[in-house]
């Protein structure tokens, strides 16, 4: 599979992931706003981000669902995590590889599995989500 256009695949499974989610959390909290967005730089060829925030509680910090896709020497890294507005992190997958078959290929198969992984945490994510912007933890 070429390269760019995964890439441009990405961001439609990323988006509707966080979407996803956001649904659920706000399902169960609907004192929740959720606020989504993605950006690229020469690092990163793809970074999406979701944003939870509390409205009954102007003091508190958001609550973050972050998905990278960072540059390697051999292999394009998935970096996903949850955590507060401050950086402490609350849950995390380990990293996943997708090897780069040459400049501008990538094995369309594992590239799919991989996706697929990084999408089913995020998902499922949406109960830690709702508990965190309730302080339950």
């Not at 909290?29 to 970074?47: C, I, L, W």
């Not at 939870?52 to 020497?73: H, M, P, R, Y």
């Not at 996706?115 to 830690?128: A, G, M, P, R």
Request: hydrophobic share 40%; net charge negative; aromatic share 10%.
């Amino acid at each position: 599979m070429k390269l760019q256009h995964f890439l441009e695949n990405i961001t439609k499974i990323c988006e509707e992931a966080l979407k996803s989610v956001s649904a659920k959390v706000i399902s169960v909290y609907p004192e929740t706003r959720f606020r989504m967005g993605h950006s690229a730089n020469a690092a990163f060829p793809a970074r999406f981000w979701g944003s939870f925030i509390d409205l009954t509680n102007e003091n508190q910090e958001s609550v973050d669902i972050a998905i990278d896709f960072k540059w390697g020497e051999q292999a394009i890294e998935i970096i996903t995590d949850v955590a507060y507005e401050s950086g402490e992190i609350l849950s995390d997958l380990p990293i996943q590889y997708i090897p780069l078959r040459d400049t501008d290929n990538i094995e369309e198969a594992e590239a799919t599995e991989t996706v697929n992984k990084v999408t089913d945490y995020v998902c499922k994510q949406w109960d830690l989500i709702g508990r965190a912007l309730q302080k339950e933890m």
